[in-house]
């Protein structure tokens, strides 16, 4: 992502994650109460800015956290918590276009379910793209009935099949978040996940490792009967296949994550994020690994 955005705009851009308000209908009784079983109490948006401040000072806050280290111009504005389409279309064209008017941001992000984009509000992300790209991180995490159910992701794979090509209709990049390492999955397992998502209409893809954060029902069954979260070495042979089975030029958006320290259990490694980057980055260059290199159309 990283690369492609330089050569988008010829400078870094970096994002800041927005709080847009939102809940979720798979926590206030629309198709479930108790969210997905990974998702944290703040709808992982734990590094997202503050509800009770308006777009525009959360963005003026990220802004000045970030100059403070390094110089900055360019932005995306990232709507990540919870699900960022799931208000009245008023509303979500008020909070878009407060982003968008920014005129350091250049692309508008939005982290949203398949399920949660009717037609009105796929005309608003139609209009506000003619502004200013936008972007929709569609949360699949699996291909697979049994891991969806278990992880009560709350809908079936046609539902996110139309979201894509309903947001490619209309112009709009789809980025697709997926999680490795879900319990109960194999390496074939998240491989049929990728191989899946290389034949679709979309742009850039997350590869997130499932993280075990207090407080969630994930974090109950782990205790109850602890299941196999992978060792840096391990994830790190796993990333490796999962970057040469990608179609070439699919953007990476992700290739890990740190939980919040406070609340991450498991695996505690992640929080070392730099060591985890340098190490990836050592062992595809001395396994002589690169994206595409096992991908077959």
């Not at 005129?103 to 608003?124: F, G, K, M, W, Y």
């Not at 840096?232 to 999962?242: A, D, V, W």
């Amino acid at each position: 992502m990283d690369y492609d955005l330089k050569k988008r705009y010829g400078e870094k851009v970096y994002r800041i994650a927005l709080d847009g308000g939102m809940t979720c209908p798979n926590r206030d009784g629309t198709i479930g109460s108790g969210g997905c079983i990974f998702c944290s109490a703040n709808g992982s948006g734990d590094f997202a800015g503050s509800a009770s401040c308006s777009v525009s000072e959360q963005l003026a806050h990220g802004k000045q956290l970030l100059k403070s280290k390094r110089p900055v111009h360019a932005y995306i504005a990232y709507f990540q918590a919870f699900t960022n389409t799931y208000a009245p279309v008023e509303y979500l064209e008020k909070i878009y276009m407060q982003a968008v008017s920014d005129p350091d941001v250049r692309i508008l992000s939005i982290a949203t379910r398949p399920d949660c984009l009717d037609e009105d509000i796929l005309a608003l992300l139609e209009r506000i793209n003619r502004i200013k790209p936008v972007w929709v991180e569609l949360g699949l995490q699996t291909i697979h009935a049994d891991t969806a159910a278990y992880i009560r992701r709350g809908y079936e794979l046609p539902v996110f099949e139309r979201a894509v090509n309903d947001l490619r209709a209309r112009g709009i990049e789809v980025i697709v978040h997926t999680i490795l390492c879900l319990p109960g999955e194999t390496k074939q397992l998240m491989f049929e996940t990728l191989d899946y998502l290389n034949h679709m209409d979309i742009q850039g893809i997350k590869l997130q490792l499932l993280h075990i954060l207090k407080g969630t029902d994930l974090a109950i069954d782990y205790e109850r009967q602890p299941f196999w979260s992978p060792s840096m070495e391990e994830y790190i042979e796993l990333l490796g296949s999962c970057i040469i089975r990608l179609r070439p030029d699919l953007s990476i958006h992700r290739l890990t994550g740190d939980g919040p320290k406070d609340l991450l259990i498991a695996p505690l490694w992640t929080s070392r994020k730099r060591e985890v980057l340098n190490t990836l980055h050592r062992y595809l260059k001395e396994q002589d690994l690169w994206q595409g290199k096992e991908y077959h159309e």
